[in-house]
């Protein structure tokens, strides 16, 4: 079974300055879809960025990068430019690459990220 | 865009009482899943539907049942209803088969306390 770890159950970051936020997982695929999903206070599921395994470039959403190391099973989240707004719960997630099924989500335990003046 | 919509946004109900939790996918997503989410957690898998057939199972109580009906809306049924039943239940809707890698689009969930 897959497993991802979430280490930083909290984390702050100053307005306008860059947070990392890290998650390893544990899997025998290769064949797999890594996803970091914002939860701000309202409890809604927002998707940040996503990542297919077998891509080395690294995915990137405006403010949002990841850092992928296949090799590590590591997929860090950062964040330039921290707006206010970034305050949330991040969950990193798994989901397996197997076609023709439904895969699930499997969630880390995630880390809250608060943003201060 | 249209999102994944889900009702009720609150529900109250009694222990030992029955509830039932309904999902409307985003259109043409053919995979539905649900989520319980208790205060301070992760959420948690609880069952998954793939053109209307269930295709995996988390820790679901056997309380609980849930099916996905023709037009691909989906029902969490509950049944004896527990104090620790009190959470957050999302539902996510995807592509599955060959669009396995698409991600959930999850809805704002419905908030169940048990008294």
């Known amino acids: 079974a897959q497993t991802v770890t979430q280490s930083q159950p909290e984390m702050s970051v100053q307005e306008a300055e860059t947070v990392t936020l890290s998650c390893t997982y544990d899997t025998s695929e290769s064949d797999y879809y890594l996803f970091w999903y914002k939860q701000p206070p309202s409890r809604q599921m927002i998707l940040v960025i996503r990542?297919?395994?077998?891509?080395?470039q690294n995915a990137t959403e405006n403010r949002f990068s990841v850092n992928f190391q296949k090799a590590a099973k590591s997929f860090s989240l950062k964040i330039s430019d921290s707006q206010l707004g970034d305050a949330a719960m991040y969950f990193c997630?798994?989901?397996?690459?197997?076609?023709?099924?439904?895969?699930?989500?499997?969630f880390g335990t995630g880390t809250r990220l608060q943003v201060t003046l | 865009a249209a999102g994944v919509i889900q009702s009720p946004r609150h529900l109250i109900k009694e222990k030992r009482e029955t509830a039932t939790l309904k999902c409307y996918p985003i259109p043409r997503h053919d995979t539905v899943y649900w989520y319980q989410q208790g205060p301070g957690q992760d959420p948690q898998f609880l069952i998954s539907f793939y053109e209307k057939m269930q295709s995996d199972k988390g820790s679901i109580p056997d309380r609980f049942s849930a099916q996905q009906f023709s037009d691909y809306h989906s029902e969490l049924n509950m049944s004896s209803l527990e104090l620790g039943d009190s959470a957050l239940y999302f539902c996510?809707?995807?592509?599955?088969?060959f669009g396995v890698g698409s991600p959930l689009h999850f809805g704002n969930g419905t908030r169940l306390t048990v008294t």
């Open positions: 997630a798994y989901r397996s690459g197997r076609a023709g099924t439904a895969s699930k989500l499997t």
């Open positions: 990542q297919e395994a077998y891509k080395q």
């Open positions: 996510a809707s995807s592509l599955g088969g």
